[in-house]
């Protein structure tokens, strides 16, 4: 009862929203059967699509150009290395929705990775 109180509660998200599109996402074995690492990260990435303004923006209404302009907000506040893992990411959810029926298309399919955007390997 104590780890219930305390897991942090998620606000139900309306139908066909990006937020209900990430909830669902997050429940199914795309994501459960990643290392926790891994979810850690693409949690991470994906936080700027938690915010309120984008969790209810209907999927209809997401538009690529959008999406990188974020991308591009991204790299400036974090590197072009953020920014490419953050289309990375969401690229990943939306091509899950594909799969399963909730959109007809990536909206971030064949976007480009920024230059310079790797993470230098631990040596």
């Known amino acids: 009862a104590l780890a219930a109180a ?8 309306r139908r066909g ?11 199914s074995t795309a994501y459960t059967g990643l290392a926790k690492r891994t979810q850690g990260n693409r949690d991470r990435y994906l936080k700027a699509m938690d915010a309120p303004a984008w969790s209810a923006k209907a999927l209809t209404a997401v538009r690529r150009a959008e999406l990188l302009e974020v991308r ?11 920014a490419n893992m953050f289309l990375q990411s969401l690229s ?13 298309y990536n909206p971030l ?3 480009k990775a920024l230059p310079g955007g790797h993470f230098l390997t631990w040596t």
């Open 72 to 82: 591009d907000a991204i790299a400036n506040a974090n590197g072009p290395a953020a």
């Open 109 to 111: 399919a064949r976007a």
């Open 17 to 27: 929203t990006l937020g209900h599109l990430l909830t669902a996402w997050r429940a």
């Open 92 to 104: 990943a959810v939306f091509s899950w929705a594909v799969d399963r029926g909730h959109l007809e």
């Open 6 to 13: 305390r897991k942090p509660r998620i606000p139900e998200q």
